[in-house]
């Protein structure tokens, strides 16, 4: 079983979530199982003991696999909290060493390249992903952003990001006095996806306004933009 969850993390690391999205859904016994097992054994906020250090140990860039999953599952509490803990087993050069013995372990071993490039790729995916995110024939934007990131009151950026619908642009900004927020959107050419979807309520305060180009459909907690739609803004307000 070790080996099928290692081969998965480390496809879906590559392919986020087309290599579950190919055989089961998110309400699949096997998935639900996985995510309760990677949130049982979480220590310092990394799934612990799931690579080669058998005690006490964490396989550090096996947390931003773990953090792609809980972002698709729509877990983004846990995503986040992963994904920072990853962050914060970094070397002091930015750096990741593949495992490493947990603060407090009686096994002070060492496994794997120092520094492991692998793990830097993975904190650009991630960061990636938490704006722009991949789900089989679906565009899932923003799915990773909440209070914590927008606290900075900073824009975040992707340009020209390839993805399987065409290349994107996206930029969101914060509107003039902090009042709200806005998405400008852009995708060049590519087949049109299934679905566009973007939060309802951006954090916990920022609530849909308007909608520039396109138009949207709510469901539940999500808006789904016109899929075809190239060019667009959406504004969040208080």
């Not at 789900?135 to 606290?151: C, H, I, K, Q, T």
């Amino acid at each position: 079983m070790s080996g099928i969850v290692r081969g998965l993390n480390a496809r879906n690391g590559r392919y986020p979530m087309r290599s579950i999205r190919a055989w089961s859904s998110k309400d699949h016994p096997i998935v639900r199982g996985h995510i309760r097992l990677m949130q049982a054994c979480t220590q310092e906020d990394l799934p612990a003991e799931t690579g080669w250090l058998p005690h006490g140990g964490v396989w550090n860039y096996n947390a931003g696999f773990v953090a792609h999953v809980y972002l698709w599952a729509g877990l983004a509490d846990w995503a986040r909290s992963t994904f920072t803990g990853y962050l914060n087993h970094a070397s002091p050069l930015y750096s990741w060493r593949e495992e490493q013995p947990v603060r407090g372990s009686l096994a002070a071993e060492y496994v794997g390249d120092m520094p492991h490039n692998w793990a830097s790729a993975e904190c650009v995916l991630y960061l990636r992903h938490m704006l722009a995110l991949e789900d089989g024939r679906d565009l899932r934007l923003l799915a990773g952003v909440g209070d914590f990131e927008l606290a900075s009151g900073e824009p975040l950026i992707v340009v020209q990001s390839p993805t399987r619908f065409g290349r994107i642009d996206l930029n969101i900004e914060p509107l003039d006095r902090r009042a709200g927020w806005r998405l400008k959107f852009q995708r060049g050419a590519g087949p049109t996806p299934g679905s566009v979807q973007i939060p309802a309520t951006l954090g916990s305060r920022w609530r849909f306004a308007k909608i520039v180009g396109a138009e949207v459909r709510p469901q539940g907690d999500m808006l789904f933009v016109t899929p075809g739609a190239t060019a667009w803004e959406v504004v969040w307000t208080a």
